[in-house]
C-alpha cells in the first residue's frame, strides 16, 4: 500500500500541478471474520460519507459501492462478497434486504469495536474464531514492533529463530 500510495501521488501531483500528501495518515486495516461481521463492515463503510455529512443518503455518494449493492445501478467494478451473496438466492430480494440493512444503521457500540480493531490492527472476529486460535496457541491482537520473540518448541538457528 506504502509504495502504490507514493506512486499514485507522484502521478496525481504532477497532473495537478500541485505538491504535498492526498491521504491523512496511515492505511489501517483489520482482520475481518466474514460470518459474524462483513455485512456490518459494508453497512459500516457505505454509511461512512453520511455520517461525514458529505450526502444524505448513502447512495447519493459517487464513489460508494451501496448504488450498486442496493440494485439502484450496476458497477462492474463491485465483486460482491460470498456472505451478501447469502442474503438471498434472488437478486432482488437481496438488495432489498441489503437496503433494509444499511437502513438500520450501526449501534454507538459497534461503531467504537470497529475503529477500535481497525485503529488497533487488531482482527474484527467473533468468539469462534478467537478459541480456534488460541488452540492453535496464537494470538490476534497485535505485538509491538521489535525482535522477534521465542515461541514454544522453536529453536534457534545460527542465532536465529524460526518462524
Not at 439502484?72 to 432482488?92: F, G, K, Q, T, W
Not at 474464531?129 to 521465542?150: D, F, H, I, N
Request: proline fraction near 6%.
Amino acid at each position: 500500500m506504502r509504495d502504490l500510495g507514493r506512486v499514485y501521488v507522484r502521478y496525481f501531483n504532477d497532473r495537478h500541478r500541485r505538491t504535498g500528501t492526498l491521504w491523512e495518515g496511515r492505511f489501517r486495516s483489520c482482520l475481518v471474520d466474514s460470518a459474524a461481521y462483513v455485512l456490518a463492515c459494508y453497512r459500516y463503510i457505505e454509511l461512512n460519507p453520511v455520517r461525514a455529512k458529505m450526502v444524505q443518503a448513502p447512495g447519493a455518494y459517487k464513489w460508494s459501492s451501496y448504488a450498486a449493492n442496493a440494485g439502484m445501478r450496476a458497477d462492474p467494478l463491485v465483486v460482491p462478497h460470498a456472505e451478501y451473496v447469502a442474503i438471498s438466492a434472488y437478486p432482488e430480494r437481496r438488495q432489498v434486504a441489503y437496503r433494509e440493512l444499511v437502513q438500520e444503521g450501526d449501534a454507538p457500540s459497534f461503531l467504537d469495536h470497529i475503529r477500535s480493531a481497525t485503529n488497533g490492527g487488531h482482527g474484527l472476529v467473533g468468539e469462534h474464531v478467537k478459541t480456534q486460535v488460541a488452540v492453535m496457541g496464537r494470538s490476534l491482537e497485535r505485538r509491538a514492533p521489535g525482535p522477534r520473540r521465542k515461541v514454544a518448541g522453536t529453536q534457534p538457528v545460527n542465532g536465529e529463530l524460526l518462524p
